[in-house]
């Protein structure tokens, strides 16, 4: 099954670098976003954790919690953030899960199913797909979902600038247009008719097309 936006985000308990979770619980009823890697001691994956390290405090201002996942055992992650603090200039301070059995790694679509077997013996380019970026609202609902090759490292920036958005669209039902930046101005989402558009934005809106409303970005 793969996740969409608007799914449930399946719970379950794994081992992790900090310690067992069960996931809805360590949320806590916070956001959340979880990243995935197909094998530990591999080259974009180390820079990339260590690039969520240091972005760490940026993440928790908006109320995120982070939480990593790698398709090897918890023993093998614990040797792999010596090398991520050497080479990143800092260890993850963030839990990264440990899933051998692939158990959620396939609960989250990132592998079938049917998979056969656990981890070992599986060669990164075997869990290609577990690349993934999921950010789950505080209702445990998929927000938004991306897959990367693995050729390719994320960009926290980006992640950064896509948690801005999903929150101003939660707390204000404003969208945020391409290439948008946070205050930048916004976009009021189609689901507010003009009327009520009136009433929340007196100063009015900048309207280009009937159904496309600018309006500047809620201090």
């Known amino acids: ?26 949320m806590n009823g916070d956001w959340c976003l979880l990243f995935s890697h197909p094998k530990d001691f591999t080259p974009v994956c180390t820079t990339e954790l260590g690039a969520m390290a240091h972005a760490a ?5 908006r109320g995120m919690r982070l939480i990593g996942l790698s398709v090897d055992p918890h023993a093998s992650h614990m ?7 050497k080479s990143q200039g800092i260890a993850p301070n963030y839990p990264i899960i440990a899933d051998p059995s692939l158990t959620v790694a396939k609960l989250y679509g990132m592998l079938p199913a049917d998979t056969r077997g656990g981890a070992e013996g599986r060669t990164a ?20 979902t ?7 490292g994320r960009n926290v920036a980006e992640l950064l600038r896509v948690v801005d958005s999903l929150q101003l669209t939660a707390a ?3 969208a945020t247009p391409a290439g948008w930046q946070p205050g930048d101005d916004v976009i009021i989402v189609p689901a507010v008719s003009d009327d009520e558009a009136r009433e929340r934005f007196p100063d009015g809106w900048n309207a280009p097309l009937p159904y496309l409303r600018y309006v500047p970005h809620p201090a």
């Open 57 to 61: 405090p940026e993440f928790a201002r």
């Open 172 to 174: 204000e039902r404003l």
């Open 125 to 144: 380019m075997d869990n290609a797909t577990a690349r993934c970026v999921f950010i789950i609202g505080p209702d445990r609902t998929i927000k938004l």
């Open 79 to 85: 040797k792999w953030l010596d090398d991520i603090e």
């Open 1 to 26: 099954m793969t996740l969409t936006i608007g799914a449930a985000a399946p719970d379950f308990e794994a081992l992790t670098t900090k310690g067992p979770i069960r996931f809805h619980e360590w």
């Open 146 to 152: 991306m897959t990367y090759p693995m050729t390719t």
